[in-house]
């Protein structure tokens, strides 16, 4: 499939170096990403990908809470196809995770754009690239924050507001960085992503395309356990009030929880205050998230959790506060959007399948407020959230070329009613 008159190894070529050159932005010595949302490395990389774009013909605007688009406009007034995914990374994480998406959906918007230069032809909308703002929820919670306040689930000025364990908040961060925008962004008549699968079912089965059918239920929470501060050696064991004994008791029951309903549990960040050896802690953060393809089994646990913590309290004499809470339902993505890809998948040859999503990604968001496609290719070993990250280039490929193809029919309009 050539663009442009562009043969297929040269774009493969383009595609490969460009992501090279975006993974050596806050890349680790065991081959992964640091660049948490807007540290040093995150800015780098965004004003690489804004100079990317304005050199290819785009104009770069950054939105009220940093979501960087990159626009290209045939018609005046027309809504765009928003193409994208996030760029900002976990510590010590993977190269592939969220960034293939990003750099995909640049290449496609270049392909296309070359594409319709060379032929005349006219798209019924707008395209635009978009790198979303700190999706991962690593350094600000919750995660998939940029794509939250475009869709109207996330309030600005609250986010805007909200503050990293150093105390900086998203205001001061991006303000910082250069990237404290404006406005809403561009309307979006249609979203497509496309994203390492983190699992192994494609890699296991040898498809080279998963079509993204629906999300898994989830339930995160932010949990504060509340102690007394007191002496490790002259504090009798029953006058304490221990809130890493409380926060402990959780972590294990996270784990009981998931066994007993088959679900994914996970407690992954931990904050003890005062955090000194020789005191016993006063408080207790730790971030607390359920995950199954059945809502009816999140719900279960869910009472399963409080049921245990009001005993939790009374074991380790803490109080537990609910802080607050991130939650999706199982949804599905639009049918037609599935079937948009499957035929594409089709017409180049392409294994495929139908997959299920257990990760949240912005399209989580995205496919509530326009028709939205995600698509999956291959995550070697499933391995996500970790410097052996890895997808070949070969599926990489496979995945641009049909993105591009899928993302040309959306601008068509062939999710339209």
Not at 134 to 147: D, K, V
Request: aromatic share 6%.
């Amino acid at each position: 499939m050539g663009f442009a008159d562009t043969p297929q190894e040269q774009l493969d070529s383009e595609l490969l170096t460009d992501f090279a050159t975006m993974s050596a932005f806050g890349e680790t010595p065991r081959g992964g990403v640091d660049r948490e949302a807007m540290t040093q490395p995150d800015v780098e990389q965004r004003r690489w990908l804004s100079g990317w774009l304005e050199e290819r013909g785009f104009s770069v605007d950054i939105d009220r809470v940093g979501n960087q688009f990159g626009t290209f406009e045939w018609t005046p007034g027309a809504p765009y196809v928003l193409l994208g995914s996030h760029m900002d990374s976990q510590p010590l994480g993977g190269k592939f995770d969220g960034a293939y998406g990003v750099i995909a959906a640049a290449e496609a918007a270049w392909r296309i754009k070359r594409a319709c230069d060379e032929s005349g032809h006219v798209p019924q909308y707008n395209i635009a690239v978009v790198n979303w703002f700190n999706e991962e929820g690593s350094r600000f919670e919750p995660s998939m924050m940029g794509s939250g306040v475009y869709t109207g689930k996330l309030d600005a000025d609250t986010v805007l507001k909200t503050e990293d364990l150093a105390g900086v908040s998203v205001a001061e961060a991006l303000e910082d960085g250069g990237f404290l925008g404006s406005g809403d962004g561009p309307q979006a008549a249609a979203y497509a992503e496309i994203h390492i699968e983190q699992g192994r079912i494609l890699d296991e089965e040898g498809v080279a395309i998963g079509l993204v059918e629906a999300t898994w239920a989830a339930k995160k929470y932010h949990l504060i356990v509340h102690g007394d501060q007191a002496h490790t050696g002259s504090t009798i064991i029953s006058d304490r009030h221990d809130a890493l004994l409380g926060a402990s008791h959780l972590v294990v029951l996270a784990r009981e929880i998931a066994d007993e309903f088959g679900i994914h549990t996970s407690v992954g960040q931990l904050v003890v205050l005062p955090n000194s050896p020789v005191v016993v802690p006063r408080e207790a953060r730790l971030h607390l998230d359920m995950r199954s393809p059945d809502s009816a089994l999140v719900e279960a646990a869910d009472a399963r959790l409080r049921e245990r913590m009001r005993k939790i309290e009374e074991l380790a004499a803490v109080r537990i506060e609910e802080d607050t809470a991130h939650q999706w339902d199982l949804l599905p993505y639009d049918p037609r959007g599935v079937e948009l890809s499957r035929r594409v998948a089709e017409d180049l040859g392409l294994s495929h399948r139908p997959i299920m999503t257990v990760a949240g990604h912005d399209s989580t968001n995205m496919k509530d407020i326009v028709p939205s496609v995600m698509l999956f290719v291959p995550s070697v070993d499933g391995i996500s959230h970790n410097e052996g990250e890895y997808t070949k280039d070969e599926d990489m490929c496979a995945g641009v070329n049909l993105f591009t193809e899928v993302a040309t029919r959306l601008l068509d309009g062939a999710l339209d009613e």
